[in-house]
Nanobody, 124 residues
Framework: QVQLVESGGGVVQAGGSLRLSCAASGRTLSGYAMGWYRQAPGLEREFVASIRWSGTTTSYADSVKGRFTISRDNAKNAVWLQTNSLKPEDTAIYYC?????????????????WGQGTQVTVSS
């Protein structure tokens, strides 16, 4: 089993930045792609970003490309999402996700583990 715990959410003005963190415990993340999803009120959970186990390949939703950056440190069992130039439409609960295998699986929703989420609110 893998436990994922997010932190770093909060309230920020439009144009601001937040750095979301995800700490994993319970077992090694060897071979797991990691990523972030988000869910706004009344909407379905949507993919935001993913990163391969090796850290060499990243993928982003078009809506955040150029503004968000995902990174990981396997030695620390941690993943981060740097969010810049935030917009009110980025307001959502952000979830950390882990999928055994390639990042395409995570992007397709075939997630093995979810975190509990962290709230990001962007005011206009």
């Amino acid at each position: 089993q893998v436990q994922l715990v997010e932190s770093g959410g909060g309230v920020v003005q439009a144009g601001g930045s937040l750095r979301l963190s995800c700490a994993a415990s319970g077992r090694t993340l060897s071979g797991y792609a990691m990523g972030w999803y988000r869910q706004a009120p009344g909407l379905e959970r949507e993919f935001v970003a993913s990163i391969r186990w090796s850290g060499t390949t990243t993928s982003y939703a078009d809506s955040v490309k150029g503004r968000f950056t995902i990174s990981r440190d396997n030695a620390k069992n941690a993943v981060w999402l740097q969010t810049n130039s935030l917009k009110p439409e980025d307001t959502a609960i952000y979830y950390c996700a882990a999928a055994l295998g390639l990042p395409d699986l995570l992007r397709a929703g075939r997630v093995d583990y979810w975190g509990q989420g962290t709230q990001v609110t962007v005011s206009s």
